[in-house]
């Protein structure tokens, strides 16, 4: 019998138990597809992530996400976790940054070391469908005045593409109740499996935004933290200049409707019509352990 080791981390932390769980596995390159995703359905986060070797591969490290229901090309907190796991027991001599090549391509790492802050650069932001009000607020199970509409209800993608909807008070985003069988519908013939919604009021007065986060389809009918989505709002705020400017440097909180407190860190410019979108946060590790084959 074979077996792997894995870690167990919190990411987007403000303290151990708090942010979102990852399990991260180390030298998982013989491992199959299909066992790949029955452990990611065996452990049951949101995401599970397998780092393929030790060795460095076009000048980063091969890595692998799962949801309990599928493989994703990218997401943000995996990303940060994963990062942590590989410089902390894998990497022979510190270092400030690193890559890590997903399917959806590279992205780096940067280690703020008197913040104890990872930071990831995101894709390149695409803007996609815009929804009618009226197809969206059923879905959510509030009222449609909640629904702020001065922006736009929309698809954007930072590598994972999301619906972001913009609420007028964090009494709205309270009173978020997904009708699932109309979540389905909407996102039947949508890139955007996930709906992300937020607004300008938080239950810690010295964060920006409330956030919370929807994908029932992967497998997670509520996020903890999601840096991925976050990427895609960091770029939906400078776009639309929500707090009425071209750069943002803001703390998001989210996960308190499911007690999984997190804070996520969004930093984002636009220039010349080009947005850059950092997302960062905090991680611990809480657990490690050997994974029988």
């Known amino acids: 019998m074979g077996k792997i080791n894995y870690s167990i981390v919190d990411v987007f932390s403000q303290g151990k138990y708090t942010g979102n769980q990852l399990a991260v596995f180390k030298n998982t390159g013989n491992i199959s597809d299909s066992e790949m995703q029955q452990i990611a359905k065996e452990i049951n986060f949101s995401e599970t992530t397998f780092i393929l070797s030790d060795k460095e591969k076009a000048g980063g490290y091969d890595v692998r996400i799962f949801t309990p229901n599928e493989e994703v090309p990218f997401a ?49 932001p695409t803007f996609g469908r815009i929804f009618d009000t009226n197809k969206v607020f059923e879905v959510l199970n509030i009222d449609k005045e909640y629904i702020d509409d001065r922006f736009p209800i929309q698809e954007v993608s930072t590598g994972l593409s999301v619906i972001i909807v913009p609420l007028k008070s964090l009494e709205a985003v309270k009173k978020v109740n997904i009708n699932r069988e109309k979540y389905f519908k909407l996102i039947e013939h ?104």
Request: aromatic content about 12%.
């Open 76 to 124: 943000g907190h995996p990303t940060l976790g994963t990062a942590y796991i590989i410089r902390n027991e894998i990497l022979n001599e510190p270092s400030d940054k690193l890559l890590l090549n997903f399917k959806g391509g590279q992205i780096l790492v940067s280690f703020d070391n008197q913040e104890e802050i990872l930071w990831m650069k995101q894709y390149k």
């Open 190 to 293: 949508t890139d955007a499996k996930a709906i992300l919604v937020f607004c300008p009021e938080a239950y810690n007065s010295e964060n920006d935004l409330n956030v919370r986060d929807f994908a029932d389809y992967y497998g997670i009918p509520e996020d903890a933290a999601t840096g991925s989505s976050n990427g895609c709002l960091a770029s939906y705020l400078v776009k639309y200049r929500y707090f009425g400017k071209s750069e943002i440097n803001i703390s998001v909180e989210q996960g308190y409707e499911i007690k999984r407190p997190s804070l996520l860190f969004l930093k984002a410019s636009e220039d010349t019509g080009e947005i850059t979108v950092f997302v960062g946060g905090k991680v611990e590790k809480i657990a490690q352990g050997e994974w029988f084959l």
